[in-house]
C-alpha cells in the first residue's frame, strides 16, 4: 500500500511539473512572430481629410492605403486616435471611442479591415501613464478624496515635497481643489496611480477591447514613467502583467514600448515587451551621415545590440531616423543623397524599422511640436485631400516636397525609399538577421548581416568622394554585389570594394 502510495505521489509531482513547464512554455514570448517587418507612423489629423473640413480622418486613410501599401510596407503605427481635447490626442478623455474629428468606430474597424486585406498590419498609440484631466475618472476623483476614483490617481500626502521635480525634471505636483495631484508630463496628464489593481484591470480591458476588433498591437507611450525612477522593476513588473495579459488573448500580438533612454535603461523592457525605440542608433545615423564620420556609431552598436542581448537573446529592435517628438530628419541632413544614405543604413539595420511619415518625401520640420506634424504633402500646390489642420512653416514655397512630385520620378527620394523597403522585405538576412560590425576608417560603414548560415556585406560610403573600402574578412563571400553599384576585388582574408559618393554595396 505504502508503495502505491509514493507512485501516486510521485505520478502527481509529474504532471504538476509538466503542467508548469507547459504554462511558462506558454507565457514565453517568440519573436521569430513580431520581425519581418517595416512600420510607417501616421498622425491621422495631417494626412489624408476626407470631407473637406481640414482635418484628416480615418476614411482618408482609408482611401490613401494604397499609397502606404505601394510603399512596401507591411505595417502601420497610428498616433493617438482615442477622444481628448487637444490636437495631438496624447491626453485621453474615452479609450473606446474614436475622436469624432477623425470618423466613428465603425470608420476604424472599416479602415482596420481594409489594411488587414492589404497584408498590412495595425498597431496603435496606447497612452496609459496619465489620462486627460477631463477624463471622467478624474473628473470624479477631484470632486472628494472619499471618491471611489480618488486612488486611482496619485495625490500628495503631508509628506510630500511638492516642489521636487519629476524624473523628466519638471514641475509634477498640482492643485486642482481638492488636493495636490501628480502629472509629471503636463498639468493636464495626471498620472494613473498603478499600484491600484483596479487601474491595472481597466487598463487592460481596455486592451482587450481593441485586439478584439482587430488591432494587431501597441506603440506603449512613456512606458519607463508607469512608477517613478526608484521602482523600475515596479515599472518592469507591470510590462510583464501587460504582455501576458495581451498575448492571452492575441498570441502575435506586437507590444513596442517608447523608452527614450540609454540601451541599459532599455534592455531589461526587452523581456516582456516585444520591442523598443533604438533612440541611441536614430542619433548615431544622423550624426555619421552629418559629419561623413562612422567612428562613433562603430563604436556605440556592438554595446547597445550587446545590452539587448544580454538581457533577452531573442530581442527585436526598433530603428528609426526620427518621429513626432523629434526635428524631422532632413531638417537636420538637408541633402537628397545624404537622406538617401540615412534610409539606407536604416533598412540594412536588424529589427523592425518605422517610418514617419513624410520621410519618405523629405519632409522638414523643426520644433515647437506642430511643426514636426505638418500636413502631409500630396501635391507640391493645395490640392483634393490635403490637410490643413495647421499652416505649413517648413514645407511650403521653393521647398515643397510632395507625391505628385515624386511619384514618377525613378531617381526621387520616394521612389528610393519603396526600392528600399522592398528589397529588405524581399531578403530574410535583413528582415531578421543578426549583425555584426567591422571596424573601418571613419568614411566608411561595414557590417555583416547573418541568419544561420547565411550572410550578407553591407557598406556604405559616408562622404561625397569616391573611396577605396578594404575590410579584412574572417569567412569567404562570393563576392556576388546583389544591391548598389560598385567595383568588388575578392582575396583570401579581404574585400576591396571602390563605392561611389553616398552609396551603399551589399554583397553576397
Known sequence: MKGLRGKILIIFLVIVLLFNFSSCTKQSVDRTKQDGMVFYEVFVRAFYDSDGDGIGDLKGLTQKLPYIKSLGVNGIWLMPIFKSPSYHGYDVTDYYNINPEYGTNEDFINFLNEAHKLGIKVIIDLV????????????????????????????????????????????????????????????????????????????????????????????????????????????????????????????????????????????????????????????????????????????????????????????????????????????????????????????????????????????????PDEYIREPFKWGKEFITGQTRWIDSEYNIGDYAPSVEEQDKDPNSLLNFYRDMIKFRLGNNILSKGDITIIETKPEILGYFRTLNDDKLLVIHNLTDNLLDAELQLNNKLKGEIIRGDGLVQMTENKVKVKLKPYATVIIK
Not at 486627460?132 to 472619499?146: G, I, N, Q, V, Y
Not at 493636464?188 to 489593481?197: G, I, S, V, Y
Not at 492575441?250 to 531589461?268: F, N
Open 128 to 367: 496609459v501613464n496619465h489620462t486627460s484631466s477631463k477624463h471622467p475618472w478624474f473628473l470624479e476623483a477631484d470632486t472628494s478624496p472619499k471618491s471611489k476614483f480618488r486612488d486611482y490617481y496619485i495625490w500628495a500626502t503631508p509628506d510630500t515635497k511638492l516642489n521636487e521635480p519629476s524624473a523628466l525634471g519638471t514641475k509634477q505636483w498640482y492643485n486642482k481643489g481638492s488636493g495636490f495631484y501628480n502629472a509629471i508630463f503636463w498639468s493636464e496628464m495626471p498620472d494613473l496611480n498603478f499600484d491600484n489593481k483596479k487601474v491595472r484591470k481597466e487598463i487592460k480591458k481596455v486592451a482587450k477591447y481593441w485586439l478584439e476588433k482587430g488591432v494587431d498591437g501597441f506603440r506603449l507611450d512613456a512606458a519607463m514613467h508607469i512608477y517613478p525612477p526608484n521602482r523600475i522593476q515596479d515599472t518592469l513588473n507591470w510590462w510583464k502583467e501587460f504582455g501576458d495579459y495581451c498575448r492571452s488573448i492575441k498570441k502575435d500580438v506586437y507590444l513596442v514600448g517608447e523608452v527614450w533612454s540609454s540601451e541599459r535603461a532599455i534592455a531589461p523592457y526587452l523581456k516582456y515587451l516585444d520591442s523598443c525605440f533604438n533612440f541611441k542608433l536614430a542619433e548615431g545615423i544622423i550624426d555619421a551621415v552629418m559629419k561623413g564620420d562612422s567612428s562613433k556609431l562603430q563604436y556605440n552598436l556592438p554595446y547597445i545590440y550587446d545590452e539587448y542581448k544580454n538581457s533577452y537573446k531573442d530581442y527585436v529592435d526598433a530603428p528609426f531616423l526620427t518621429n513626432h517628438d523629434m526635428d524631422r530628419v532632413m531638417s537636420k541632413i538637408d541633402d537628397i543623397n545624404k537622406m538617401k544614405l540615412a534610409a539606407s543604413i536604416l533598412l540594412t539595420m536588424p529589427g523592425n524599422p518605422f517610418i514617419y511619415y513624410g520621410e519618405e518625401i523629405g519632409m522638414k520640420g523643426e520644433k
